[in-house]
């Protein structure tokens, strides 16, 4: 290719520079630092290689997972506000481009491209919110080869992280049976706003975090630390001085004896209450023997007229140990959890894999200079990849999903669940609805959701179904790349037409 030169900050001509990018400083959900490098070193590298050899045609690419996380049967779809708001923001600075020029020798008019380089196809998407199952496309990228390309790790990170936290909420949300759940896991998350926000969309009911508060106007709850407790003289002052300070305050019970300072918070309350007005909302138990402190606590507020007082429950807590504590029957109204939600742990315990999404971003067709499609597959055994431009659908609420070409009949009665969310290069309108919205859309999923497959434990994995001619089309291309073809254990191929039993044979 001829050499042309480098300009930084200098006048442009037509094309997708001219388009303006969005103020970033209204984004809700990423945060615009230096987007052009949201990449592995890798992306650049193979951008640079594709437009040398003049491979720069329309691709698609699939961004789906092989498994869930947790043992799962199920996912919670999240991510996608931040997903858009990286597209949309995807470009190279002048301060880019001269950080490329100096680590890597790059022909000066490849850095031009990049500079004029926005995204300009179009995505399709689930929305966000929405339950979601292993092996079925999230999200469907399709534009020019180096565009779609180098989105690869800003999407993956964007909906690799949320839809962890969410999956990992909505279960800690489910074993608290109908109970508050308040997410406490700041202090300990690497990514805390995505935690906050994807914890809300799953059912947590607030944040102790306030800037995760602020930024998305969540409900924002808290009690009181140890260390305000052990800097008063005694408990009795401790609690006093918080209950003249608050109309309504939580009280913290087991910085010494929770058995002894319950009786103590009790009299405060009393007391304070009758002098000021003030109420004891609840008290936390966050350490100690906490189905057998519990119960005691509930009988002595009981005991003393507080009915109305809630127990909320914290410390090191996750989906298994809230069980547990139920199914013991400790009287717990709330709970707090921190570290196991923030950090999407799994159960040590339960020989449960946690920490991380496994999604992948796999090229699924490319279109030829002559306008014919070819669909590469990546031959791997098992982790074998479904060639082709897709789309999902579900029968039912939660019969089965089938994943289709992109240009065959929908099978009847079924619902699309991928739609279009980028379009020509921008967001399409509706694509980035209030967090309200999409708490309510997975409320509404949750809800549906067949009790069998939220289980905490051994649930069954849901039905998604391949149709014959994606399967067909899946062996040609592995015949071409001359692999041998591994059939997953779980998953069969469904004509549109037919419901799932007769599909299974």
Known sequence: ????????????????????????ALNRS????????????????????AWRAGKLQETTFDLYTRRAPFGSAYMLFAGLEQALEFIQAFHYSDEDLAF???????????????????????????????VVFPEE??????GPFCEALLLESGLLHAINLSTLIATKAARVVYAAQGRRVAEFGARRAQEPFTVARASYIAGCTSTSFLAAAFRFRLPATGSIPHALVQLFPSEEEAFEAVAETFNRYTLLLDTYDPRRAIHIACRVAKRVRDRLGHRLAAVRLDSG??????????????EEGLHDVK??????????????????????????????????????EQGVEGGALGGVYKEVAYRRPD????????????????????????????????????????PAEAERLLRPVVIDGRIAPGSLPPISEVWEHAREQLQALPERYKALNGAPPYPVRFSERLQELRRQAMQRAGGEIVPHPLRRAARPDRPAEEATG
Do not use: N
Request: aromatic content about 10%; hydrophobic content about 40%; overall charge negative.
């Open 311 to 348: 127990i909320l429950g914290s410390g090191d807590l996750d989906e298994w140990k809230i069980a547990d504590l139920l199914a013991e029957g400790a009287p717990f109204d709330a709970f707090g959890v921190g570290t196991a939600l923030a950090v999407g742990a799994g159960g040590v």
């Open 371 to 410: 306008g014919s499609y070819a669909y590469p597959v990546k031959v791997a055994g098992p982790k074998t990849t479904w060639p082709g431009r897709k789309e999902v659908y579900r029968r039912g609420p939660f019969v089965e999903d089938i994943v289709c070409l992109a240009d065959e009949p929908p």
């Open 1 to 24: 290719m001829s050499q042309e030169p480098l300009t930084i900050g200098g006048e442009v001509g037509s094309g997708p520079l001219d388009r303006p990018l969005l103020d970033t």
């Open 289 to 302: 023997d906490l189905v057998g402190d519990a119960k005691y606590v509930r009988q002595v507020l009981d």
């Open 30 to 49: 990423y945060v615009a630092y230096h987007p052009g490098l949201m990449t592995d070193l890798y992306h650049p590298d193979a951008a640079y290689v």
């Open 100 to 130: 490329l020029q100096q680590i890597r020798d790059y022909d000066r008019a490849f850095l031009a491209y990049l500079r004029r380089l926005r995204f300009t196809g179009e995505v399709l998407a689930m929305a966000e919110g929405t």
């Open 137 to 142: 496309p999230l999200l469907r990228v399709t």
